[in-house]
T-cell receptor, first 113, second 113 residues
Framework: DQQVKQNSPSLSVQEGRISILNCDYT??????FLWYKKYPAEGPTFLIS?????DKNEDGRFTVFLNKSAKHLSLHIVPSQPGDSAVYFC????????????FGTGTRLTIIP | NAGVTQTPKFRILKIGQSMTLQCTQD?????MYWYRQDPGMGLKLIYY???????DKGEVPNGYNVSRSTTEDFPLRLELAAPSQTSVYFC????????????FGQGTRLTVV
């Protein structure tokens, strides 16, 4: 039972354009969401997060949007840069402060110069 | 700061052999985790610990054991290696309060033949 779903295994975007990565979840108890970025042969690194009391969080070129009614979140990267090419994982936690993170399957983003 | 350090980076095991994947963190984090990532899949939680002396099972604990005798170390033990345990293993940690986001090690790529 995949509680966090990333339905696009891959995405290619031109440099300078907007990249939009999507994530859906099924567990209505999830109340904190995170995006991680992973380069080959490295561990995931934290990118940005959002709690369920917000619908948007912005950090530089990265913005995460949360639509609780649709159980959907998205990560926007503007403008996209070659260094953004990586695998992006969506993750969720329930009961803010709960120990466990549930991860999606990841989306491989390729930025085309 | 070294952060989360995993050893070894690569290992090939024969079926039935045993080994311990080492994980240590120098951030004084209470929570520590072991995840595995199979190709095309997200990260699956194997075991986690909320502090020294306390461990609990995640989604996929079968075939693994852990211990947490100190805050810093969280080794993962494979007793009878099976081909199904071929995967990339990630250790992570986070503090008890404040940050939800976990910090990951660089991973151990394990092949069981």
């Amino acid at each position: 039972d995949q509680q966090v779903k990333q339905n696009s295994p891959s995405l290619s975007v031109q440099e300078g354009r907007i990249s939009i990565l999507n994530c859906d979840y099924t567990n209505s108890m999830f109340d904190y969401f995170l995006w991680y970025k992973k380069y080959p042969a490295e561990g995931p690194t934290f990118l940005i997060s959002i709690s369920s009391i917000k619908d948007k969080n912005e950090d530089g070129r990265f913005t995460v949007f949360l639509n609780k009614s649709a159980k959907h979140l998205s990560l926007h990267i503007v403008p996209s840069q070659p260094g953004d090419s990586a695998v992006y994982f969506c993750a969720a936690s329930d009961n803010f402060g709960n120990e466990k993170l549930t991860f999606g399957t990841g989306t491989r983003l390729t930025i085309i110069p | 700061n070294a952060g989360v350090t995993q050893t070894p980076k690569f290992r090939i095991l024969k079926i039935g052999q045993s080994m311990t994947l080492q994980c240590t963190q120098d951030m004084n984090h209470n929570y520590m985790y072991w995840y595995r990532q199979d190709p095309g899949m997200g990260l699956k939680l194997i075991y986690y610990s909320v502090g020294a002396g306390i461990t609990d099972k995640g989604e996929v604990p079968n075939g693994y054991n852990v211990s947490r005798s100190t805050t810093e170390d969280f080794p993962l033990r494979l007793e009878l290696a099976a081909p199904s345990q071929t995967s990339v293993y990630f250790c992570a940690s986070r503090p008890f309060t404040g940050l939800i986001e976990a910090f990951f090690g660089q991973g151990t790529r394990l092949t069981v033949v």
